[in-house]
């Protein structure tokens, strides 16, 4: 794959092939877009990332430049080399149709993350049930440090901000742009991204 920027429409996602070594640009075009990531072994898709295994090797809920992605079997999947947001979110699921009638009860259901991810992934065998928690790219989730209380709140996400990761693996990848309403500030943007 050249080093061209690809955009992903708005409320849209897509699955491509990311080989050990390689470098994957994560771009906000306007500003206030997240952007769910995941990935899978290309070898073996049922190693996929794992939030759990990352939270607990890093230590840490606040995932930025050095930070490692791990997967369900304890390997490192995707190192993060550049983060000029410091926010994003490793600790909700995908957005999904049951997701629009929980929390937008007066808005259309969309098929949201989840949807376009299983869709997206398809092709490469992974079935909708495998999809795991995404790291969420420019998600903007406080976690209240008395009472455990999550809250979302507008990315704070400037346009052209970046997220860059390197493949520490070879690696199939589903990516978004979000389609949830308060995920994103209530409007929705397109993703832009790069292998190099």
Same mark, same amino acid.
């Given at each position: 794959?050249?080093?061209?920027?690809?955009?992903?429409?708005?409320?849209?996602?897509?699955?491509?092939?990311?080989?050990?070594?390689?470098? *994957?640009?994560?771009?906000?075009?306007?500003? !206030?877009?997240?952007?769910? /990531? #995941?990935?899978?072994? @290309?070898? &073996?898709?049922?190693?996929?990332?794992?939030?759990?295994?990352?939270?607990?090797?890093?230590?840490?809920?606040?995932?930025?430049?050095?930070?490692?992605?791990?997967?369900?079997?304890?390997?490192?999947? *995707?190192?993060?080399?550049?983060?000029?947001? !410091?926010?994003?979110?490793? /600790? #909700?699921?995908?957005? @999904?149709? &049951?997701?629009?009638?929980?929390?937008?009860?007066?808005?259309?259901?969309?098929?949201?993350?989840?949807?376009?991810?299983?869709?997206?992934?398809?092709?490469?065998?992974?079935?909708?049930?495998?999809?795991?928690?995404?790291?969420?790219?420019?998600?903007?989730?406080?976690?209240?440090?008395?009472?455990?209380?999550?809250?979302?709140?507008?990315?704070?996400?400037?346009?052209?901000?970046?997220?860059?990761?390197?493949?520490?693996?070879?690696?199939?990848?589903?990516?978004?742009?979000?389609?949830?309403?308060?995920?994103?500030?209530?409007?929705?943007?397109?993703?832009?991204?790069?292998?190099?």
């Amino acid at each position: 794959m050249s080093a061209d920027m690809v955009r992903i429409e708005p409320r849209s996602g897509t699955a491509f092939k990311l080989k050990r070594g390689q470098q *994957l640009e994560v771009i906000d075009l306007e500003g !206030g877009q997240v952007s769910d /990531l #995941l990935a899978f072994a @290309s070898d &073996d898709p049922r190693e996929s990332l794992s939030n759990g295994r990352t939270f607990d090797y890093e230590e840490t809920i606040r995932l930025t430049s050095g930070s490692t992605l791990w997967s369900n079997r304890s390997n490192p999947m *995707l190192k993060i080399t550049h983060d000029d947001v !410091g926010s994003h979110d490793f /600790l #909700l699921t995908p957005c @999904s149709k &049951d997701t629009f009638r929980h929390f937008y009860p007066d808005k259309p259901v969309h098929r949201g993350c989840f949807g376009n991810l299983a869709a997206a992934l398809e092709p490469y065998g992974i079935a909708p049930d495998d999809i795991p928690c995404a790291f969420n790219v420019f998600m903007n989730v406080p976690v209240d440090g008395e009472t455990g209380k999550l809250s979302v709140e507008p990315p704070i996400s400037k346009a052209g901000d970046v997220l860059r990761l390197e493949a520490q693996m070879d690696l199939v990848i589903g990516l978004t742009a979000c389609s949830a309403y308060a995920s994103n500030g209530g409007t929705f943007k397109p993703i832009g991204y790069r292998v190099t």
